[in-house]
């Protein structure tokens, strides 16, 4: 297997029976075929081709599968192979995710190789070097692109400091040392826009480095930290000069996270906004750590420019991934608990949502298809809801959700990391387990109820 050899079509198609969603399966080779984390882009132009990595040659490549044909193009063929957290190290489990994003509209994938970061034209299979480490540090990741597809925001850390030290029992006290590194593409050039923490500030840029679709001069991340506000995991902003590459503010909370409020699993939403999903828990641990096997969730949305957040509820547990679409009506997640209540009708959820914002309010009685009182092992409403692919929409302040495809998935070994292809056509996700895993897509539709 080479670079530009063009594999035999692995696809099929079939209907979810229970939802009458059409799947359509992109991968069915036995080994480990894992796309890009969900909160970067895997799409070629608008679906036409789904980016990921895999092992089928013994080694981590990039390849590209054409959504309408289901042919295979191998893009990358090197005794150095790219950066793919998770396909590697497969057999010992993990979230299995490939280190890459891709500019849809201009058809380039970026990618990290150890300290350079890399740029392949999957026309013409041209790959040319865009980043480098910073004298002393690490190896670059996370990498994510603005809309406009010219910036390119990364993150490394000094080389003497642990890759994941808050991992260890949670005993971190100011998050991981990481350095943030933004490159103008058209420019050719790139610089550290932040580092930290430090005595002046003590966020940690060490999880999740976003930049603003839209206003690409405002970057985000989160920082695990046991300093305030909350003494856990929060959320960060900065703006930068893009001219002449400074910062123009030391990093702020993106909004007034209040004690007990945790932050997880955030990401660029259009127009300048934010989301995540935010856990309210209700006790601390002896060291201060808000911990609770009780906790209210909501998904926040945040504009970023203006600092304007909402919240809305869910009624079930929350999925582990959200995502919205490109319009921001629609969400999908990898797991799908309606919590004790199905939704029926029109009439019952306006009245479900007539309580208002910031309101208590409850679901009505007559819609309840679940017992309350019975939680399945994985604590969800529904025992097989982390099994499946949910959709959502949001109704007033809360969350409405019905499943989509069934996943399957084990999750010690592999996430399903859902997301929409840039024209909302299609959800992209993983399956698998310890000895495999395979890519699907399912037609981005609100469901009907399962029978």
């Not at 309408?68 to 192979?81: C, F």
């Not at 989160?222 to 995991?233: A, C, I, N």
Request: overall charge neutral; hydrophobic content about 35%.
């Amino acid at each position: 297997m080479a670079q530009g050899d063009v594999l035999r079509s692995e696809k099929r198609e079939y209907r979810e029976p229970a939802t009458g969603a059409r799947v359509v399966q992109l991968t069915d080779s036995p080994c480990y075929n894992v796309h890009p984390y969900y909160n970067q882009e895997g799409f070629v132009g608008r679906s036409e081709r789904f980016v990921f990595a895999s092992n089928r040659s013994g080694k981590g490549q990039i390849y590209a599968v054409a959504t309408a044909s289901g042919a295979i193009v191998q893009l990358t063929d090197s005794e150095d192979p790219p950066v793919l957290a998770g396909v590697q190290e497969r057999a010992g489990g993990g979230h299995g995710s490939a280190g890459l994003t891709c500019d849809p509209a201009r058809g380039r994938v970026y990618y990290s190789r150890g300290k350079r970061v890399c740029c392949l034209d999957i026309e013409t299979l041209r790959e040319e070097v865009v980043a480098e480490s910073p004298p002393g540090c690490g190896p670059l990741g996370g990498p994510d692109l603005s809309s406009c597809g010219r910036y390119l925001v990364l993150g490394c850390r000094p080389e003497h400091a642990p890759t994941w030290p808050w991992r260890e029992e949670n005993r971190y006290r100011h998050g991981s040392e990481t350095l943030v590194v933004l490159c103008d593409l058209e420019e050719r050039r790139q610089a550290v826009v932040y580092h930290g923490p430090s005595a002046e500030n003590r966020a940690a840029a060490d999880s999740h480095l976003f930049i603003c679709r839209g206003d690409p001069s405002y970057l985000f991340f989160g920082s695990y930290t046991r300093t305030q506000p909350t003494g856990l995991k929060t959320m960060w902003f900065m703006r930068v000069d893009l001219e002449r590459m400074v910062p123009l503010q030391d990093p702020l909370p993106i909004f007034d996270q209040q004690p007990f409020e945790m932050v997880n699993h955030y990401y660029p939403a259009p127009d300048n906004h934010v989301e995540s999903l935010l856990f309210t828990l209700t006790d601390r641990d002896r060291d201060g750590v808000p911990v609770s096997p009780v906790r209210r969730v909501e998904m926040i949305d945040i504009d970023l420019i203006n600092r304007v957040e909402r919240r809305r509820v869910f009624p079930g547990r929350e999925p582990i991934h959200c995502k919205c679409n490109s319009k921001a009506d629609m969400w999908v997640g990898d797991a799908a608990d309606p919590g004790p209540y199905w939704f029926e009708g029109r009439g019952d959820l306006d009245r479900y949502a007539d309580a208002g914002e910031g309101k208590a309010a409850e679901p009505p009685a007559s819609s309840a298809r679940l017992d309350p009182a019975a939680t399945g092992p994985t604590g969800y409403r529904w025992p097989q809801a982390h099994r499946w692919i949910g959709m959502f929409r949001t109704r007033g302040p809360f969350v409405e959700m019905r499943p989509l495809a069934r996943h399957d998935t084990v999750w010690r070994c592999c996430h399903p990391h859902p997301v929409f292809s840039p024209d909302d056509r299609w959800v992209a996700y993983g399956s698998g387990d310890r000895r495999q895993s395979q890519l699907l897509l399912a037609e981005a539709v609100w469901p009907r109820w399962m029978a």
